[in-house]
């Protein structure tokens, strides 16, 4: 394999399963903080994407994705400007693995020489030059056939992060570059070891000789598939009858379920990276986090004098050390230290600062006792736009629906609600059994029970509707479409 050809581009994988529970109340199932603002004006997938958007070295990326975020994500690459080469629907998680096989088996089809640049789509990296020289050192070692990882040098003992031990450094022939120059800053792996505590964590940042494990890598297609038949045979069979199986949906390409069940659930690095003899890393200073508890918000944030980091309509009196973050509501804090507090429209965590981590304890909680807050905001995506819950009652319900230019609803009907749509702002097109009338800003229509109806947005500017819900059940499940412009069942 030769990475020097200049017509080779590394195909960028962006891993987008995660929920991301130890960021509620902001992350949640079906909105997770990959796709959230965070860290940045963009959301962190866009910001993961725009850092391989170099197009002297990066193809468009492949994105793998949970089914139920796959109209945001397709969104949010469409804002950007950066479509991406395809966008793949995993039925449920199975793990980095199986994605990282889906991933190679894509790519081998067109190019088996391919080079995957596998990105996790939730991480921050501050330093976007950094990790493009960081990822060039890589391809030499990847294209001589090397399983490459990016491991983090240490700043503190974080008792958060596996680690690799590093090893001897590349050289020889295999190294070779274009013009013979050897494989600079790239090291055997020695040992991938497991999450320390804060004493074992010290000897490693003291040592010197070790780095955090940062879920990045730069794979040949070739070698993972092949180190995969030997290490995790498993994985791969399922990933290959899932692609097999598989069926385009609009813009999206979807994994058998059935299939893709059958994969383990495992890590690629427990399935490949800690088994084979071909692992590889890079150590690099990148200004990385990967963004797994608030208290990493607070270390990247902008703090004032007082060390705070406030976001929204906060005011602090007497506070230090804390991370404060507002959506919707004025937020006060006085004499409070070292504390995360954020505040959603549904929601509000307060926690030590130093147990962050144990925001996760509070989720699980929360889905044990069938709560609809770890799942979902009262904003809720659609394809279409989006709606947001005002107020519920004894059989009625208001919500807020905004309707993209262009979008429409299904055509749908209900068996147990009637609606009430008042149109806001804009120019609705409604659909209601034979007719169909067009409703303006500050006028209204009824949809009575039973009744064949479908919203459209024939304007170019949103579409506002304020919509009451009136009946003996209104879940979102009462709806039978007949009709769908987005393949939704």
């Given at each position: 394999?030769?990475?020097?050809?200049?017509?080779r581009k590394?195909?960028?994988?962006?891993?987008?399963?995660?929920?991301?529970?130890?960021?509620?109340?902001?992350?949640?199932e079906?909105?997770?903080?990959?796709?959230?603002?965070?860290?940045?004006?963009?959301?962190?997938?866009?910001?993961?994407?725009?850092?391989?958007?170099?197009s002297?070295?990066?193809?468009?990326?492949?994105?793998?994705?949970?089914?139920?975020?796959r109209?945001v994500?397709?969104?949010?690459?469409?804002?950007?400007?950066c479509?991406?080469?395809?966008?793949?629907?995993?039925?449920?998680?199975?793990?980095?693995?199986?994605?990282?096989?889906?991933?190679?088996?894509?790519?081998?089809?067109?190019?088996?020489?391919?080079?995957?640049?596998?990105?996790?789509?939730?991480h921050?990296i501050?330093?976007?030059?950094?990790?493009?020289?960081?990822?060039?050192?890589?391809?030499?070692?990847?294209?001589a056939?090397?399983?490459?990882?990016?491991?983090?040098t240490?700043?503190?003992?974080?008792?958060?992060?596996?680690?690799?031990?590093?090893?001897?450094?590349?050289?020889?022939?295999?190294?070779?570059g274009?013009?013979?120059?050897?494989?600079?800053?790239?090291f055997?792996?020695?040992?991938?070891v497991?999450?320390?505590?804060?004493?074992?964590?010290?000897?490693?940042?003291?040592?010197?000789?070790?780095?955090?494990?940062?879920?990045?890598?730069?794979?040949?297609?070739?070698?993972?598939?092949a180190?995969l038949?030997?290490?995790a045979?498993?994985?791969?069979?399922?990933?290959?009858?899932?692609?097999?199986?598989?069926?385009?949906?609009?813009?999206?390409?979807?994994?058998?379920?059935?299939?893709f069940?059958?994969?383990?659930?495992?890590?690629?690095d427990?399935?490949?990276?800690?088994?084979?003899?071909r692992?590889?890393?890079?150590?690099c200073?990148?200004?990385?986090?990967?963004?797994?508890?608030?208290s990493?918000?607070?270390?990247?944030?902008?703090?004032?004098?007082?060390?705070?980091v406030?976001?929204?309509?906060v005011?602090?009196?007497?506070a230090?050390?804390c991370?404060?973050?507002?959506?919707?509501?004025?937020?006060?804090?006085?004499?409070?230290?070292?504390?995360?507090?954020?505040v959603?429209?549904?929601a509000?965590?307060?926690?030590?600062?130093d147990?962050?981590?144990?925001?996760?304890?509070?989720?699980?909680?929360?889905?044990k006792?069938?709560r609809?807050?770890?799942?979902?905001?009262?904003?809720?995506?659609?394809?279409?736009?989006?709606?947001?819950?005002?107020?519920?009652?004894?059989?009625?319900?208001?919500?807020?629906?905004?309707v993209a230019?262009g979008?429409?609803?299904s055509?749908?009907?209900?068996?147990?609600?009637?609606?009430h749509?008042?149109?806001v702002?804009g120019?609705?097109?409604v659909?209601?059994?034979?007719?169909?009338v067009?409703?303006?800003?500050?006028?209204?229509?009824?949809?009575?029970?039973g009744?064949?109806?479908?919203?459209?947005?024939?304007?170019?500017?949103?579409?506002?509707?304020i919509?009451?819900?009136?009946?003996?059940y209104?879940?979102?499940?009462?709806?039978?479409?007949?009709?769908?412009s987005?393949?939704?069942?």
């Amino acid at each position: 394999m030769n990475n020097s050809s200049p017509e080779r581009k590394i195909l960028p994988v962006l891993l987008s399963g995660g929920s991301g529970s130890r960021l509620w109340p902001m992350s949640r199932e079906l909105y997770p903080k990959q796709l959230l603002n965070l860290c940045s004006d963009r959301s962190m997938i866009q910001d993961t994407a725009a850092r391989v958007a170099d197009s002297a070295r990066f193809a468009p990326p492949l994105v793998v994705c949970n089914q139920e975020h796959r109209f945001v994500i397709a969104e949010q690459f469409r804002a950007i400007g950066c479509p991406p080469r395809a966008i793949v629907l995993e039925p449920f998680g199975r793990n980095t693995a199986a994605a990282c096989a889906v991933a190679a088996l894509m790519a081998a089809a067109d190019d088996p020489d391919a080079l995957l640049l596998v990105l996790p789509a939730d991480h921050l990296i501050q330093d976007t030059g950094a990790f493009r020289r960081a990822v060039d050192r890589a391809a030499l070692a990847a294209a001589a056939g090397r399983l490459v990882t990016f491991g983090i040098t240490p700043t503190a003992p974080e008792t958060g992060y596996g680690y690799i031990r590093r090893g001897g450094a590349l050289t020889g022939p295999e190294g070779a570059g274009p013009e013979g120059a050897g494989l600079e800053g790239v090291f055997e792996v020695a040992a991938f070891v497991e999450k320390p505590n804060r004493a074992v964590a010290e000897g490693y940042l003291a040592d010197g000789g070790y780095a955090w494990n940062s879920g990045m890598f730069l794979f040949p297609a070739a070698v993972l598939l092949a180190e995969l038949e030997r290490h995790a045979p498993a994985v791969l069979e399922a990933a290959r009858a899932a692609l097999a199986a598989g069926s385009a949906d609009l813009d999206f390409f979807r994994l058998d379920p059935a299939a893709f069940g059958r994969a383990p659930d495992l890590a690629i690095d427990v399935a490949v990276m800690e088994r084979t003899d071909r692992a590889a890393v890079v150590p690099c200073e990148l200004g990385w986090t990967d963004v797994g508890v608030w208290s990493a918000l607070w270390e990247v944030g902008a703090r004032d004098a007082a060390g705070n980091v406030l976001l929204g309509d906060v005011v602090a009196e007497g506070a230090s050390g804390c991370y404060v973050r507002s959506e919707h509501h004025l937020t006060a804090l006085v004499g409070i230290e070292d504390a995360v507090v954020v505040v959603t429209d549904d929601a509000v965590l307060v926690a030590a600062k130093d147990r962050a981590q144990d925001v996760k304890k509070v989720v699980d909680r929360l889905k044990k006792a069938g709560r609809s807050e770890p799942v979902s905001h009262r904003k809720v995506h659609r394809p279409w736009g989006s709606y947001r819950s005002v107020h519920a009652g004894e059989r009625f319900q208001v919500k807020e629906l905004s309707v993209a230019p262009g979008a429409r609803l299904s055509l749908q009907r209900h068996h147990h609600r009637a609606e009430h749509w008042v149109v806001v702002n804009g120019t609705a097109l409604v659909t209601r059994g034979e007719e169909q009338v067009f409703v303006y800003e500050n006028q209204s229509i009824y949809i009575p029970i039973g009744a064949v109806h479908r919203l459209e947005n024939p304007g170019k500017v949103p579409l506002t509707i304020i919509e009451v819900q009136s009946g003996s059940y209104l879940g979102e499940d009462d709806i039978v479409r007949l009709d769908d412009s987005y393949g939704r069942g």
